[in-house]
């Protein structure tokens, strides 16, 4: 794997910096200071500020990648296919070869939360401990069902709010985007339903919604092969320390999968976040934050 790097000498300096994984370059973001974390954003291909975790970076040196073919990151030839699990651990792996850390902690959220398992089962010795943020064990028509039950018991708390037929119409047209500007309005649309009272803090969420961007991923390998995921049988051979965390009302990667991944893996840890959704961080951050410090303070 050919790796180079751009910027300042030391890959975990505060700021921005670039590196080249076979050719293509991975941009990536380090703020805070303490044990390094490495938080993989989900989408696929949402641009990775939403995911910063100013609680997290008071005790950790949080890394933050923008996945390949996001943002300030490169594209694939064969953008906007091919980016599968394989791949953007090809790029967790370069990164980490990068930073130079002998084991990080790795935080991935909802599809990120894929990818850091798939990471986990692959090379855990890379890694001091894994959190499943919002993640799940599997994709596909068991996991489509289960987002739209979510979604119906939302529109019922919600019922007679003027925007939620907006927010139900967002859901709908999923399946017709092709473009990154249906993807970052798409996503801004269904924004309310991915927190546990949106309408009721919107004065201070309406920025965090208006800054949310994304790119246009298939979900398609490179020879258009939808990537179906299903980690059930594999999951009880995750050797490394695991936090599972869900809020509670998330809707597209609920507590129902989160129970089912604490199941799966052996002596890993359930946090459910009673009143947050899909962005627990910013909901309930204290509690969110206090939960990765168990992790760490049991594995330091």
Same mark, same amino acid.
């Given at each position: 794997?050919?790796? +180079? ?5 030391? *890959? ?22 303490? *044990? ?31 996945? @390949? ?5 490169? %594209? ?10 394989? %791949? ?15 084991? @990080?902690?790795?935080?991935? +959220?909802?599809?990120?939360?894929? @990818? ?6 692959? !090379?855990?010795? %890379?890694?001091?401990? @894994? ?9 596909? *028509? ?49 924004? *309310? ?7 009721? !803090? ?45 809020? %509670? ?28 959704? !899909?962005?627990? +961080? ?19």
């Amino acid at each position: 794997m050919g790796i +180079h790097a751009t910027g300042a000498a030391d *890959p975990l300096a505060p700021g921005t910096h670039t590196v080249e994984t076979d050719g293509i370059t991975l941009r990536y973001h380090v703020h805070g200071t303490g *044990p390094v974390c490495v938080a993989h954003s989900g989408g696929p291909g949402m641009f990775w500020e939403y995911l910063r975790m100013p609680s997290v970076e008071k005790n950790m040196t949080v890394v933050y990648p923008e996945p @390949v073919g996001t943002g300030g990151s490169g %594209r694939l030839a064969s953008h906007p296919h091919g980016y599968t699990r394989t %791949r953007y651990t090809q790029f967790l792996d370069g990164l980490l070869d990068h930073l130079g850390v002998p084991a @990080v902690y790795l935080i991935g +959220h909802s599809h990120g939360g894929f @990818v850091a398992q798939h990471f986990a089962l692959r !090379h855990p010795g %890379r890694l001091a401990g @894994v959190v499943l943020y919002d993640s799940a064990p599997v994709t596909g *028509p068991e996991h489509i069902a289960e987002a739209v039950r979510n979604l119906e018991e939302f529109a019922r708390r919600n019922a007679g709010n003027p925007e939620l037929p907006a927010v139900m119409g967002a859901f709908q047209s999923l399946s017709g985007i092709s473009t990154d500007e249906g993807v970052t309005n798409a996503a801004r649309g269904l924004l *309310p339903a991915y927190f546990a009272d949106y309408w009721g !803090h919107e004065a201070e969420l309406a920025p965090f919604r208006a800054a949310v961007r994304g790119t246009f991923i298939s979900g398609l390998d490179e020879d258009l092969t939808p990537e179906v995921i299903d980690d059930r049988g594999t999951l009880g051979d995750l050797d490394v320390p695991t936090l599972v965390i869900v809020g %509670r009302y998330d809707v597209i990667c609920g507590v129902r999968w989160s129970q089912e991944l604490n199941k799966l893996i052996p002596g890993s840890e359930l946090v459910i976040l009673e009143d947050s959704g !899909h962005f627990g +961080h910013l909901e309930e951050p204290e509690l969110f934050a206090a939960a990765v410090a168990r992790l760490v303070a049991a594995t330091a």
